[in-house]
C-alpha cells in the first residue's frame, strides 16, 4: 500500500474553510456526509423495483413478494452458501493437506460459480415443485423473482465488507465515497449516480488512478440471476422439448461468474480482462432482454387466455375492446382505491390465464376462476360514479380493521419493531457521517452485547413464527392460488435462514470468541465473511424480523383456507385475494347494489325476457314468440318441443353448458336471445364459445338470432365470436 502523499488522490476533512471545498479536480477525497449502508440498500432495491415495474404488463406476483425474494437472499441462500463455503474449503485442505489459502485461491474460480448461483436460483426450483406455482406464475414472475433473490445475495456481500466502514468512508465529488484500502479501493454509488442508472451495483472497485467511473457498474448478481430465473421458468413452464434450453441461461450465469473469479485472482490482466469490462459494461443489455423474452411469451399467453375465458372479461372490455382503456377508466374513479382495485384484480386474472396455458386440469383452476369471475361481476356493477360517490370507505375500512384482530394483537406488532430497532440505528442511522458516533457505541463497549440481548429475543420471535407456518403448511398446500402458497414457502425459508445464522452466531458470540469477535476464522473464502464481526451478525439477524411482518402471518394462512373451502363463502374469498382493495370493493357494490346488472342467467337463451321484465310468466311467452319466430325464419324445430322452455343442453369441458334453442334445416345450433343478452356481456360472450364449440363437434354451423332492439356491443361480441354470416336479427 502507498503512502498517502504517495497516492494520486488528496485526503482532507471537510470543514467550512476546507481548501477542498474550493477544488473542483475530480480526484479530490474528502470525508463526507458518508450513507455506506443507506445506498447500497437503496441501490440494491431500486434495481428489483425497476424490473418490478417495467414488467406490470405481464407480472402477476405483488411487490411484497418480490421484496420477500430480496429477504430470501439475503438471509436464506447467503446462509447456505457461507455454511456451505466454510464448510468444503476446510474438508478440502484437510484432506489434501494444502493450505487454506491455496484451497481458497482454487476453488474461488472452480466450485464457487456453481455453488452460488445454484443456491441463489434455488428457492425458484423448490416452489416450482409445487403445481399450483408453478402453472399461475408466468415467465416473467421467474424472472423478477430471480433478480430479487440475486439482489438480496449481492447485497449481503456488500454489507458485510462495508457496512462499518462509515467512520472512514471518503466523500468524492460525483457523489459516491471510495474506502482506502487498496490501490482499487471498494466504491459506493451516490444517491444521483443510483437513480439515474439501470440496475446499479451496491459497491464496485474503483482504479484511483483514473476518475470516477460516468457510468455506475451494474449489479451482476442481480443480472445473472434474473437469467438463471428465464432458465428455471422455461424449465418449469415450457414443454418437453425447451427444457434443455433451460441449462443455457444458467450456464451463462455460472460461466461469467468462474471467468469474473479467475480473472479476479490472476491480477485481471490479459485478454479475460479486457473482455470481461466490456461484457460487463453492456451487462444492462443482458437484464433487458431476459425481462423483454419473457414478456412477449406471457403476453401470448394472456391473449389466449382472455380469448378462451370471456366470462372473466369486465363487460366495458368486451365493449370497447380495449383492456387498456377499460381498466384505467375504472381505475380513474376514486384514487387510490379503484386503482388497487384493478390493478390486483388484473395480476389475479394473469395468474388465471398463465394456468390455463399450463394446461391445468379444470377442476384445479376452477376456484380461482370463479373467484375471478366473482370480482369481475363486481367491478361491472361499480362501474360508475354512483356507488363510488355514496360509500363511505373509510369507516368501511375501520370496521373491518376492528374485525381482523383484537387489540392485543395489533399490539404484537410493536414487537418486531422494537427488536428491529437497534439495528436500524447501527446499520441505518449509524452509517452518516454526522451519526457515526452509533456505529461505535454499537461496535464497543455494551454496544454488541445489547444487539446480542436483542438477537437472543429476535430468535425467540422468529422460532414462535417458524411454529406457526409448520401448523399452517398443509392448510396452504390447499389454497387455490400460487403465490400465497409461494409466500408462505418463502417466509419459511427465510425464517429457517435466520434461525440458523443466529443460531451459529449466538453459539460464537457466547463462546470465548465474544459478542465482537469475528464471526468466522480468517482465511475464508468469501472476503466478506473474513471481516464478518458477530455483533453485525446480530443486527442483520435483527433485521430479518421484517421479512416475517406482521406476526403470526401464518395464522392467517389457516383462516383463508377455511374461507377457500366454502363454496357459499365465494365473494369474501374473492375480496380477500384483493386484501384491503377486497374490503373496498365489497363496500362500495353494497352501497351501489341497487345499480348492479343482473347476472345474465345461465343458458344462451337466458335473455328471453324484454329489457325490463321481472314477470317471469311474461318471460316465457316472450321467449316463446322469439323461438317460434326463428324456427319459422329457419325451417328448424325447437328440441325441447315447447317454446320458451331449456332447449337442448350442450357443454363444453372446463368452460360450462349452454343451451340450443333452435336447430336449423340445415342442423345448425342456433341460440336465440334479445336485448338483454348485453346486460353482462362476459357471460354472453361465453355461451357463445360454448355453442360454437358443441357445433363444431358435430361438424354444424352455429348462430346467434337477437331480436331488433339488441345493443350493437352484443351483436359485435356474437360476431366476433361466430363470424358476421352466422349472427343475425330479426323482428319478432
Not at 374490503?583 to 324484454?610: D, F, I, N
Request: charge should be positive; hydrophobic fraction near 50%; proline fraction near 6%.
Amino acid at each position: 500500500m502507498l503512502p498517502l502523499a504517495d497516492r494520486p488522490d488528496f485526503f482532507c476533512d471537510r470543514v467550512d474553510d476546507s481548501p477542498s471545498l474550493r477544488i473542483r479536480d475530480s480526484n479530490v477525497l474528502t470525508y463526507g456526509g458518508t450513507r455506506v449502508s443507506f445506498m447500497m440498500v437503496a441501490a440494491a432495491v431500486y434495481g428489483v423495483v425497476q424490473l418490478f415495474v417495467l414488467s406490470s404488463p405481464t407480472r402477476s406476483v405483488r411487490l411484497s413478494t418480490v421484496l420477500l425474494a430480496i429477504a430470501v437472499g439475503v438471509f436464506a441462500c447467503g446462509t447456505a452458501v457461507g455454511l456451505l463455503e466454510l464448510t468444503y474449503t476446510r474438508v478440502i485442505a484437510n484432506q489434501t493437506g494444502r493450505s487454506l489459502a491455496q484451497v481458497v485461491d482454487t476453488t474461488s474460480h472452480t466450485v464457487a460459480p456453481w455453488l452460488e448461483e445454484l443456491a441463489k436460483a434455488a428457492p425458484l426450483v423448490l416452489v416450482g415443485l409445487y403445481a399450483k406455482v408453478r402453472r399461475q406464475w408466468c415467465l416473467t414472475d421467474f424472472v423478477v423473482l430471480g433478480a430479487a433473490l440475486g439482489a438480496g445475495f449481492g447485497l449481503l456481500e456488500s454489507l458485510l465488507r462495508y457496512a462499518l466502514d462509515a467512520d472512514r468512508a471518503l466523500a468524492r465529488p460525483d457523489g459516491g465515497w471510495i474506502i482506502p484500502d487498496s490501490l482499487s479501493p471498494p466504491y459506493i454509488p451516490g444517491p444521483g449516480q443510483i437513480f439515474a442508472a439501470w440496475i446499479p451495483a451496491p459497491s464496485d472497485s474503483l482504479d484511483l488512478g483514473h476518475t470516477a467511473p460516468t457510468v455506475t457498474a451494474t449489479f451482476s448478481h442481480l443480472v445473472w440471476t434474473a437469467l438463471a430465473g428465464l432458465g428455471v421458468g422455461l424449465l418449469w413452464r415450457m414443454p418437453a422439448w425447451w427444457k434443455p434450453i433451460a441449462l443455457v441461461p444458467a450456464a451463462v450465469a455460472v460461466a461469467h461468474h468462474t471467468l469474473n473469479n479467475y480473472v479476479a485472482e490472476n491480477g485481471r490482466q490479459g485478454q479475460q480482462r479486457d473482455w470481461l469490462e466490456g461484457l460487463d459494461s453492456r451487462m444492462w443489455i443482458i437484464s433487458l432482454a431476459t425481462l423483454m423474452l419473457a414478456m412477449v411469451i406471457d403476453l401470448r399467453q394472456v391473449h389466449r387466455g382472455k380469448q378462451s375465458m370471456p366470462d372473466v372479461l369486465l363487460t366495458s372490455e368486451v365493449t370497447d375492446g380495449d383492456g387498456i382503456a377499460a381498466l384505467t377508466r375504472y381505475a380513474a374513479w376514486r384514487l387510490p382505491w379503484s386503482l388497487l382495485i384493478a390493478l390486483r384484480f388484473s395480476r389475479l386474472r394473469r395468474s388465471l390465464c398463465y394456468a390455463q396455458a399450463a394446461h391445468a386440469p379444470p377442476s384445479d383452476i376452477d376456484s380461482l376462476r370463479r373467484t375471478v369471475v366473482e370480482i369481475a361481476r363486481r367491478m361491472d356493477a361499480t362501474d360508475h360514479e354512483r356507488p363510488w360517490r355514496a360509500v363511505d370507505i373509510h369507516a368501511h375500512l375501520r370496521v373491518a380493521r376492528a374485525a381482523a384482530g383484537s387489540v392485543a394483537s395489533r399490539w404484537l406488532l410493536l414487537v418486531p419493531c422494537l427488536l428491529a430497532l437497534p439495528s436500524v440505528l447501527f446499520l441505518g442511522i449509524g452509517s452518516f457521517k454526522s451519526t457515526a458516533w452509533l456505529q461505535e457505541f454499537f461496535a464497543t463497549g455494551a454496544g454488541p452485547n445489547l444487539l446480542m440481548g436483542c438477537a437472543i429475543a429476535a430468535l425467540a420471535w422468529i422460532v414462535w413464527q417458524l411454529m406457526a407456518l409448520t401448523w399452517t403448511w398443509r392448510q396452504t398446500a390447499a389454497q387455490p392460488f400460487g403465490e400465497q402458497l409461494a409466500t408462505h414457502r418463502l417466509w419459511f425459508g427465510s425464517a429457517i435462514g435466520s434461525v440458523t445464522a443466529g443460531g451459529l452466531l449466538l453459539w460464537r458470540g457466547l463462546g470465548d470468541i465474544g459478542p465482537d469477535g469475528r464471526a468466522i476464522p480468517a482465511a475464508h473464502l468469501l472476503e466478506a465473511l473474513d471481516r464478518f464481526l458477530v455483533y453485525l451478525g446480530f443486527a442483520l439477524i435483527l433485521l430479518s424480523l421484517l421479512a416475517l411482518f406482521p406476526p403470526g402471518a401464518g395464522l392467517a394462512f389457516a383462516g383463508s383456507g377455511a374461507a377457500a373451502g366454502a363454496a357459499a363463502a365465494q365473494a369474501t374469498l374473492a375480496a380477500a385475494r384483493l386484501g384491503i382493495a377486497g374490503v373496498v370493493l365489497m363496500a362500495v357494490g353494497a352501497g351501489g347494489s341497487s345499480t348492479e346488472p343482473p347476472g345474465g342467467g345461465g343458458g344462451a337463451s337466458s335473455g328471453r325476457q324484454g329489457p325490463h321484465s321481472t314477470d317471469p310468466v311474461q318471460a316465457e311467452k316472450v321467449g316463446a314468440a322469439r323461438e317460434q319466430k326463428v324456427a319459422e325464419l329457419t325451417e328448424g324445430t325447437i328440441p325441447s318441443g315447447a317454446p320458451g322452455k331449456p332447449g337442448l343442453k350442450v357443454t363444453k369441458p372446463g368452460a360450462g353448458t349452454t343451451d340450443v334453442d333452435v336447430i336449423g334445416k340445415d342442423g345448425s345450433y342456433i341460440a336465440v336471445g334479445g336485448p338483454a343478452k348485453a346486460r353482462n356481456l362476459a357471460k354472453f360472450g361465453e355461451k357463445c364459445h360454448i355453442l360454437k364449440y358443441a357445433a363444431e363437434q358435430r361438424g354444424v354451423r352455429a348462430q346467434v338470432y337477437l331480436e331488433d332492439g339488441t345493443p350493437d356491443s352484443a351483436l359485435a361480441l356474437a360476431r366476433r365470436i361466430l363470424g358476421d354470416a352466422n349472427v343475425h336479427t330479426f323482428t319478432r
